[in-house]
């Protein structure tokens, strides 16, 4: 059973740099033909899909978000990472990562929360 786990700092001040770190098990994350995907979610927003690395690297953003955000993985450790640079209060939220395949979200991470304070 594919697992997912997110891990990173919580708290976070304006203009720092976020960053977390997806460590999948039970599956591989060059496995054809999954996105790894991260999700966020807060009140104010809903559910809002940031961006993905595909399983052959490929990465795709929000087009919001394309200016501060990049998606990495390492694949010898089976992780992904995302990285949100000059975050802000309108950053809080629960972040998630996923794994789809099209429409398709099968395996999430439970979820961590990041809070932008100054």
């Known amino acids: 059973q594919v697992q997912l786990q997110e891990s990173g700092p919580g708290l976070l001040k304006p203009s720092q740099m976020l960053s977390l770190t997806c460590t999948v098990s039970g599956g591989s994350i060059t496995t054809s033909y999954y996105d790894w995907t991260w999700i966020r979610q807060s009140p104010e927003k809903g559910l809002e899909w940031l961006g993905a690395i595909a399983y052959d690297g490929d990465t795709y953003y929000s087009a919001s978000l394309q200016s501060r955000i990049s998606i990495s993985r390492d694949t010898s450790k089976n992780q992904f990472s995302l990285q949100l640079r000059s975050v802000t209060p309108e950053d809080t939220a629960v972040y998630y990562c996923?794994?789809?395949?099209?429409?398709?979200?099968?395996?999430w991470g439970q979820g961590t929360q990041v809070t932008v304070s100054s």
């Open positions: 996923a794994g789809a395949r099209g429409s398709y979200y099968p395996f």
